[in-house]
């Protein structure tokens, strides 16, 4: 089980830290991802990391801006998001796989979600 938080309602150019808190071990073999789906568009890919070497991707409207981290405790992984833009508006949600992938469908394991707003 994932569970997301930290999804608020703020304005452009602020900042925000999104967390996902998986019940249980993370295993080292593990890929943690962050999508967000936008009003009226569909699930995108934002940004993993692996969990053993701690390697990362981004999308590239979030490269530069965002930064994914996990927590030394080993369960708890971080979108930490800069410069926030009204086009980040979106319900944000935590997934976690085994394959370093992009696509939704890598992932087997979801949150529920985390509403960021972004006003302008």
């Known amino acids: 089980q994932l569970v997301e938080s930290g999804g608020a309602v703020v304005q452009a150019g602020d900042s925000l830290r999104l967390s996902c808190t998986a019940s249980?071990?993370?295993?080292?073999?593990?890929?943690m991802a962050w999508f967000r789906q936008g009003p009226g568009k569909e699930r995108e890919f934002v940004a993993l990391?692996?969990?053993?070497?701690?390697?990362?991707f981004y999308a590239d409207p979030v490269k530069g801006r965002f930064t994914i981290s996990k927590d030394r405790a080993g369960n708890t992984v971080f979108l930490q998001m800069n410069d926030l833009k009204p086009e980040d508006t979106a319900v944000y949600y935590c997934?976690?796989?085994?394959?370093?992938?992009?696509?939704?469908?890598?992932?087997?394991?979801w949150g529920q979600g985390t509403q960021v707003t972004v006003s302008s």
């Open positions: 997934a976690r796989g085994s394959t370093f992938d992009s696509q939704a469908s890598a992932y087997y394991t």
């Open positions: 249980g071990r993370v295993y080292s073999s593990s890929v």
């Open positions: 990391i692996r969990w053993s070497i701690p390697s990362t």
